[in-house]
C-alpha cells in the first residue's frame, strides 16, 4: 500500500521547548532541553527512546495536558502559549486524537457508544449524527459488524481499534498513539498497525506513535529518536541507524 506524501501544512511545530520539575527549589530539574521538532499533515512517525528519556513528557506537552516551561509550540498555526486552560482544552478536543497503550472504553457501552464519547462531551452533536459518524468510523477500521457489541465482549485487538475510531471522532489533525500495540499479541499488533497505516493513508491524518516495537518503528516514514531529554534523530534517512542504535543501547544495558 502506497504512503501518502506528506503536504506543506503544518500540523505541529516546536521550537525550543523545555520542560522543568521543581521550578524555584532547590531540586529543579530540566527533563526537555530545547526541543525543536515538525509535523507535516500526513506524516506517520515513530517516537523512540529508552525509559526516563522525556517521551512521555514530551508527548504530554504536544497533547496539551502539561505547559512547557520556557520555548514555542503551535498546533495547526495556532500558538497555544498564551491560551488560557478553556482554550486549549477547545483546542485539543478538536485538533488531537489518543491512543494509549490500554484501550480506556467504558466495558458496559457499546463501540457505537464509546466512539460518540467526545462528540457527547462537545457538545451540539444531534444524536442520530454522532451514531452515524460513530457508524463511520468504525467501518473504516473495519468493525462495522460489531457497532453495537459491548466493549467487554470484544478482543484485545477490537478493543484498541474501537480506542483508534473514539481518536478520530472529532476528525483531528494529530493522533498521539502513546505504546498502542503494547498490550497485544504480534497479529493483533500488525493489525492494528496497518489500520493506523491505512486511516493516515486515506485521511492525511498526522500520527506520532511512542513505541518500544522497533520492528514496528521500521515501518513509519520517519523515526524521532529522544535521548536524555534531547531529539538526536528526526531525519527519515536515519531511521536505520536510529533503530541500530536503540537495539545496541537496549543490549548493552541487558548484558
Known amino acids: 500500500m502506497d504512503k501518502p506524501a506528506p503536504t506543506d501544512k503544518t500540523v505541529l511545530r516546536?521550537?525550543?521547548?523545555?520542560k522543568s520539575f521543581g521550578v524555584g527549589?532547590?531540586?529543579?530539574t530540566?527533563?526537555?532541553?530545547g526541543i525543536d521538532l515538525v509535523l507535516q499533515?500526513?506524516?506517520?512517525?515513530?517516537l523512540i527512546g529508552p525509559s526516563g528519556s522525556g517521551k512521555s513528557t514530551l508527548l504530554n506537552i504536544i497533547g496539551l495536558l502539561d505547559r512547557p516551561t520556557s520555548g514555542r509550540m503551535q498546533i495547526e498555526g495556532e500558538d497555544t502559549a498564551g491560551l488560557s486552560d478553556a482554550a486549549q482544552t477547545s483546542l485539543r478536543g478538536h485538533s488531537i486524537g489518543f491512543v494509549f497503550q490500554y484501550h480506556h472504553l467504558i466495558s458496559a457501552f457499546t463501540a457505537v457508544e464509546n466512539v460518540m464519547m467526545p462528540m457527547l462531551l462537545d457538545k451540539g452533536w444531534p444524536s442520530q449524527a454522532m451514531r452515524e459518524q460513530a457508524g463511520i468510523l468504525l467501518d473504516k477500521v473495519g468493525l462495522a459488524p460489531f457497532k453495537n457489541s459491548p466493549a467487554n465482549r470484544m478482543s484485545g485487538g477490537q478493543q484498541q481499534r474501537v480506542a483508534i475510531a473514539r481518536a478520530l471522532a472529532m476528525k483531528p489533525a494529530l493522533v498521539l498513539a502513546d505504546e498502542p500495540t503494547g498490550n497485544l499479541d504480534?497479529?493483533?499488533?500488525?493489525?492494528?498497525f496497518a489500520m493506523m497505516r491505512d486511516v493516515n493513508r486515506r485521511e492525511k491524518t498526522t500520527f506520532l506513535i511512542v513505541t518500544h516495537n522497533l520492528e514496528l518503528a521500521r515501518r513509519t516514514d520517519r523515526i524521532i529518536e529522544?535521548?536524555?531529554?534531547?531529539?538526536v534523530t528526526t531525519k527519515p534517512e536515519a531511521k536505520t541507524s536510529a533503530v541500530s542504535v536503540v537495539a545496541e543501547r537496549a543490549?548493552?544495558?541487558n548484558a
Open 226 to 231: 529522544i535521548v536524555d531529554g534531547i531529539i
Open 251 to 253: 543490549t548493552d544495558s
Open 41 to 46: 499533515e500526513g506524516e506517520f512517525c515513530a
Open 14 to 18: 516546536l521550537e525550543g521547548v523545555t
Open 186 to 192: 504480534s497479529q493483533s499488533a500488525d493489525e492494528v
Open 25 to 28: 527549589t532547590e531540586i529543579e
Open 30 to 33: 530540566e527533563v526537555l532541553h
